[in-house]
């Protein structure tokens, strides 16, 4: 981040007239060498295979936040982050997390691993034919992969694990998507391996079995995850957490010990404080299937005491993002990608799961230390109302 005169950050202009937004596109160019421009609408002829019966646009309010210092195996630098919401006090609130992130080092993130699946079921009116049913499987692996790879350019199966209960079989056809959330290639991929399971034994199937737990949260997606497996962490120090997030770390940590416990007792899946908000404003920025924070809004949220204050980590196993198809297509969602440097190179997928892991935990950590703080209510007063 550039530095001005007096030696200050050169941070995100504040304020609500239309003169403050002009200020923020032009910090935005000035800081970050990127013009932000109005896009006119995508015609109509652009939107087949995004909606049906189009009539118009919705427009939502966007906001800039940041920037995010990331240090990851695919993002490695500062990441001004779009958002989309109508919920007043997000988009101060996560800027909030990646400033005082940004006086100690920034983020540390890694991705774990990439995996999407489809969960075909197959029924037997006698348990015996299960076993051969199997049987041929595992002996045909290679001929079901094959099919299913002829599907796909871009994808790769990994793998396709077998599970059995009831009379039913199901296989679970996992695939790496490549810079796609691949859902649409998955399923393709799939229909045509199990078409051709059923050419060659006769047994019929189902596409769907519900184990892949398509926008469901679930636990299979917790442990397995259904996209992008990502973890971020970093470091706040007493001072930063004192100056910017209004918290002691010793009073933090002797009072947090009663979140993990309630999330159990209420049965919540994961234990984050409001991860669906992050994700669902950075997936309308870029062009995402938003009905995939049913599943991608479980994750695993710690604070950890260090010498010289917290270390907050974030564990998101199911991101199911992409940088191509869909919504990507859209204008002004690519131009966000562009902003992001998540529009080319070969693992773009990768980095934005990346950027938007570090950005989440951000929100996390703003969040955590206004309820610690007792300031979350006056926050909402502040910037929820008009």
């Given at each position: ?46 939107l ?58 920034g ?40 099919a ?28 790496d ?13 799939t ?19 519900n184990?892949?737990?398509d ?104 991101l ?67």
């Amino acid at each position: 981040m550039h530095e001005n005169n007096n030696g200050k950050r050169n941070s995100i202009p504040r304020g609500f007239t239309s003169e403050d937004s002009k200020k923020r596109v032009e910090w935005l160019e000035n800081e970050h060498g990127f013009k932000l421009q109005d896009l006119p609408e995508n015609d109509s002829e652009d939107l087949k295979g995004i909606i049906e019966n189009h009539v118009g646009y919705m427009k939502l309010p966007m906001a800039i936040v940041g920037p995010a210092i990331v240090e990851g195996k695919y993002a490695k630098g500062q990441f001004p982050i779009p958002i989309c919401t109508i919920e007043g006090s997000l988009a101060a609130s996560m800027n909030r997390g990646l400033y005082a992130s940004s006086f100690c080092g920034g983020f540390k993130v890694r991705h774990f691993r990439q995996e999407l699946s489809r969960s075909p079921i197959f029924i037997f009116d006698d348990l015996r034919k299960i076993d051969d049913f199997q049987v041929w499987v595992n002996k045909n692996m290679d001929e079901i992969i094959k099919a299913a790879q002829s599907t796909t350019k871009y994808g790769k199966i990994l793998r396709i694990d077998q599970h059995t209960i009831q009379n039913y079989v199901l296989l679970d056809f996992i695939l790496d998507t490549g810079n796609a959330a691949g859902q649409n290639m998955v399923t393709l991929a799939t229909n045509v391996a199990c078409d051709y399971i059923r050419q060659q034994t006769g047994q019929d199937f189902f596409l769907d079995s519900n184990l892949a737990s398509d926008k469901k949260a679930s636990s299979r997606n917790m442990i397995l995850g259904r996209g992008h497996g990502v973890i971020a962490e970093t470091h706040t120090s007493k001072s930063v957490m004192a100056r910017v997030l209004n918290v002691d770390p010793d009073f933090l940590i002797k009072n947090w010990t009663y979140f993990p416990i309630v999330s159990a007792m209420a049965g919540t899946l994961g234990n984050g404080l409001h991860i669906s908000n992050a994700l669902t404003a950075i997936y309308l920025a870029t062009g995402q299937d938003t009905a995939c924070v049913a599943e991608n809004s479980v994750g695993h949220f710690t604070v950890e005491k260090v010498d010289d204050g917290v270390t907050w980590r974030l564990t998101l196993p199911s991101l199911t993002v992409g940088t191509v198809g869909g919504g990507t297509r859209l204008s002004q969602q690519q131009q966000n990608l562009q902003l992001l440097k998540c529009d080319t190179s070969e693992h773009s997928s990768r980095k934005l799961a990346e950027i938007i892991a570090a950005a989440t935990l951000g929100l996390e950590i703003s969040l955590g230390s206004a309820i610690m703080s007792h300031t979350w209510t006056s926050a909402h007063m502040k910037y929820g109302r008009k």
